[in-house]
């Protein structure tokens, strides 16, 4: 599913990419950008985190009028006053006529780094509404932000990601330059789809994925260790033969009562006990009375 | 035996022959009969159907009317949007009026993507599987063997279903025909749309909160819901839906912090729509996405304002997923709150584990049971990771996978 995502098909979405201290999501972010224009998209990048130097490393530069890197870097807050791009500037009216500016033929991709940043100097029901406001707004294709999930709070997180129509969480990967990624993505429909992927990313920005992590396939193996057959490899004897069968079928056992037995026993309601007898062949059963022929 | 008195003018169909008494019991004034309620058996109340019948089962026959249904969202909103559809849809199938609001999906989108309902079928669900009955002892008698005494128990009925049929069955793959969508009026309430204005007032609601108590109390007003409104026309129901309420596209950080600073905007906003629920002919389902509010002190006062009050779990994603004990249903059903109207104690359901499917053609809630384990060693392990104890390492050291074996 990260191939898919990768390529960029769904448009009025917005893919999160979560990611912690002990991996960074920042080379999968760069991927994305790199996967956009090679199919020749106008990309505009907010950049709070790093520099437009260390961001344009190893990004496919053939024609960099199409990445416009608006620096957030340098002055975030606007103490000083220069034209850069402020946090302040978040929001809908200022987003589209920066990205109307600069692209006009068809809508971009907007890729911010990161929200993390955005979080901490704004509230986090404001970036959510601008948030839900450029996915249903026409300027902006696609918004793909990093988020790294240990610097908020769960409910921000929580918040933020409930909006997202894919997000990818990042997490170490058994071997060193491997990484496992979580997808979530909901479909239009409201369907929801999960996947875990392990991949690796090359020095010219290219994903490799590889097979899902080897830990699931752990536990399918143990329910079928258990369900060895315990009758195979005894010393004597389980089966029954043909007669053997119709012998033990034909056994009397001990509590079977007559049919009219049961019948009464299953349906006496009445509430009193009735004594059912049903003699024995050693029962001396006489039904007359021995004091009949008494002649008092 | 009173004298008989001769009333003139009363009907004497209400006299039988022996009868010779005037006394005439005194009819119940004023029962309001609206199309689509019903009044309750256990406390005369008028009922309106949620659209899940077996929803209905458990919360008591049906929605009261002046009350709110809470219903606690599962992680990706998937299924309690689906009973918000069902609720809706119910309304237009009675032919009642809809007040819809919602701040992240446009209530026209919400509008459109109700399901169809199933109009010509009257029962659509098996029935009920009976306990055997006394007239058949032949076929009963050569089932079992041995344990015949135990023939006549019931099987156990995981289906909730009651005897009176109330509410319809919609399709899922189908949508609404946009004609009956149309016949039913539709208020609607758009976040976004409303401009908000900051209020004087320093109350304890956030502006989008007001804005909706107030254009929901217009419309009641306005549209004449209200009981004391002495409308000679027909009387209807006014079925209200508000979607994500708390969510912070309603510009509540109730989800997003752990201490929120508008701790009391939602509380504050649900005392004043069930004080205005109770004075008006309307219903309310307030869907709430709790699993992203932390402070469980919150939830629960959110929970003790609201009359009815479910939460869905869906094992989308979790680790219930694979668990074989889960594979027939989507997810689980809690069951918070039950009204107490008008009374000392409520009708609480008896079973508490609850599980529910959507399917095609509806949407069932069943009780959960185990069915009987054969084998040796897999009750063991499905109690310890029904309670979660993987992790917890409890005095029988039955907790990690590799002593499982171990059957005291």
Redesign the interface.
């Known amino acids: 599913m990260l191939s898919e995502l990768l390529q960029g098909t769904d448009t009025g979405g917005l893919l999160i990419i979560q990611d912690s201290s002990s991996c960074t999501g920042r080379h999968l972010l760069k991927s994305f950008i790199n996967a956009a224009l090679n199919r020749e998209e106008n990309i505009h990048v907010l950049g709070f985190e790093v520099s437009e130097e260390e961001l344009g490393e190893g990004l496919n530069t053939s024609s960099p009028q199409r990445l416009c890197f608006h620096n957030a870097y340098s002055d975030p807050l606007g103490w000083t006053d220069h034209l850069t791009f402020t946090v302040h500037q978040f929001c809908l009216d200022e987003l589209t006529h920066l990205v109307k500016q600069t692209s006009q033929s068809k809508p971009a991709t907007l890729v911010i780094d990161s929200l993390s940043w955005i979080l901490r100097h704004l ?3 404001a970036v ?2 601008t948030l ?2 450029l996915k249903r707004g026409g300027a902006v294709r696609t918004i793909i932000g990093l988020l790294h999930a240990d610097m908020h ?4 997180v ?3 990601c ?2 997202a129509t894919s997000v990818i969480n990042v997490a170490p990967g058994m071997k060193g330059d491997e990484a496992v990624a979580k997808i ?1 993505k ?1 479909s239009k429909s ?3 789809m ?1 996947c875990e992927e392990i991949f690796s990313i090359k020095d010219d920005l290219t994903v490799i994925v590889q097979s899902k992590p080897s830990h699931l396939e752990h536990k399918q193996t ?1 329910p079928e260790e ?1 369900q060895m057959d315990p009758t195979a490899n005894l010393t004597f004897n389980l089966r029954l033969s043909d007669t053997e069968r119709k012998a033990k079928e034909k056994l009397a ?1 001990p509590f ?1 009562f007559s ?1 009219a037995k ?2 009464a ?3 006496s309601g009445q509430g009193s006990g009735r004594i059912l007898y049903e003699p024995d062949a050693n029962d001396d059963y006489d039904q007359e009375d021995p004091d009949d022929d008494l002649d008092v | 035996m009173a004298a008989p008195m001769d009333s003139v003018g009363k009907p004497s169909a209400d006299r039988s022959a022996f009868n010779s008494t005037s006394f005439q019991k005194k009819t119940r004034s004023k029962l309001i009969s609206i199309p689509g309620t019903r009044p309750s058996v256990q406390n005369g109340q008028l009922l309106v159907s949620t659209g899940v019948t077996s929803l209905d089962y458990l919360i008591g026959g049906g929605l009261a009317v002046g009350t709110v249904l809470l219903i606690e969202e599962d992680r990706y909103d998937s299924y309690s949007r689906m009973i918000f559809k069902y609720f809706l849809a119910e309304g237009v199938v009675c032919r009642h009026e809809l007040f819809v609001a919602a701040a992240q999906d446009n209530p026209d989108d919400i509008l459109q993507e109700l399901p169809a309902p199933i109009l010509d079928d009257v029962a659509i669900h098996k029935p009920v599987d009976q306990p055997r009955l006394s007239c058949e002892p032949q076929d009963s008698l050569d089932a079992m063997k041995i344990a015949w005494r135990y023939q006549n128990l019931p099987k156990v009925q995981s289906a909730l279903a009651s005897t009176s049929r109330f509410g319809h069955y919609y399709d899922v793959s189908k949508t609404m025909e946009p004609e009956i969508r149309q016949a039913a009026k539709c208020h609607r309430f758009y976040l976004p749309e409303h401009p908000t204005q900051s209020s004087t007032t320093h109350s304890p609601m956030i502006e989008s909160y007001s804005a909706l108590l107030k254009s929901l109390q217009e419309v009641i007003h306005r549209e004449g819901f209200d009981i004391a409104a002495s409308m000679p026309k027909s009387r209807n129901i006014l079925r209200v839906g508000l979607h994500s309420l708390g969510s912070a596209l309603w510009g509540d950080d109730l989800s997003c912090h752990d201490n929120p600073r508008h701790s009391h905007a939602l509380t504050t906003f649900l005392y004043g729509l069930r004080a205005l629920l109770r004075s008006s002919l309307a219903v309310a389902v307030v869907t709430v996405p709790s699993h992203l509010i932390q402070d469980r002190a919150l939830m629960g006062s959110i929970t003790r304002l609201c009359d009815n009050a479910i939460a869905l779990e869906s094992f989308k994603g979790s680790e219930r997923e694979t668990n074989p004990l889960y594979k027939d249903y989507h997810g689980l059903l809690h069951v918070h709150q039950v009204p107490h109207l008008n009374c000392l104690a409520s009708q609480l359901p008896d079973h508490k584990d609850l599980a529910f499917k959507l399917k095609r053609k509806q949407f069932t809630i069943e009780r959960l049971h185990l069915p009987p384990d054969l084998s040796e060693t897999v009750s063991r392990v499905s109690r310890g990771e029904l309670a979660g104890a993987t992790t917890v390492a409890s005095a029988c050291g039955s907790g990690t996978s590799g002593t499982k074996h171990l059957d005291f």
């Open positions: 509230s986090p029901p959510c509404k839900q406001q709070q769960k409910g921000t929580g918040s933020v409930h909006l979530t909901r409201g369907k929801v999960q143990d258990q056992l079977v049919k049961k019948t026993l299953l349906h």
